[in-house]
């Protein structure tokens, strides 16, 4: 039984989270750089199994898609093609404040709120979360 893996897809770098292999759990995985993330994903798919990915996907409040829409439909069909996983597109709207707010909850100092990799990861797995909720 494999995974699911969600993606906080950014042009510098993208925050990852995977689910334990009964899908119940999502757990921040790491940040990698965008220009990296296709040799992580291969390296990844060799020890562990993914079933699908989830993606974020950016859109405005009113549910336009933001600036870096096209982007992301790119890097989502070049994982489909490259890798031949099935991936979803998930409304990634508010995981960033949302992420913002988790950091303070848990504790996280205020050095470490600033550090945006630290925000991609946290989106990551809210998005993997979000998706959970939906289909579990």
């Known amino acids: 039984m494999g995974r699911l893996m969600a993606i906080d897809f950014g042009m510098k770098r993208c925050g990852v989270a995977v ?3 009964l899908k119940i759990i ?3 995985l790491k940040t990698i750089p965008t220009k ?3 040799l992580f994903l291969q390296e990844y798919l060799k020890s562990e ?3 699908h990915i989830i993606v ?3 859109l405005h409040l ?3 898609p933001a600036l870096i829409h096209p982007n992301v439909l790119l890097f989502v069909e070049y994982i489909k093609h490259k890798f031949g996983k099935t991936v979803s597109l998930l409304d990634e709207r508010y995981t960033s404040k949302m992420a ?3 950091m303070i909850d848990g504790g996280m100092k205020k050095k470490d709120r600033k550090v945006k990799a630290n925000t991609d990861l946290i989106s990551a797995v809210l998005i ?5 909720n939906k289909t579990h």
Do not use: N, R, V
């Not at 993997?128 to 959970?132: A, K, N, P, R």
């Open 49 to 51: 199994e993914i079933d």
């Open 19 to 21: 689910s334990d292999p």
């Open 62 to 64: 009113d549910g336009k």
């Open 100 to 102: 913002s707010q988790t």
């Open 26 to 28: 999502a757990t921040p």
């Open 56 to 58: 974020g996907e950016p």
């Open 36 to 38: 990296e993330f296709h």
């Open 128 to 132: 993997l979360q979000s998706y959970m």
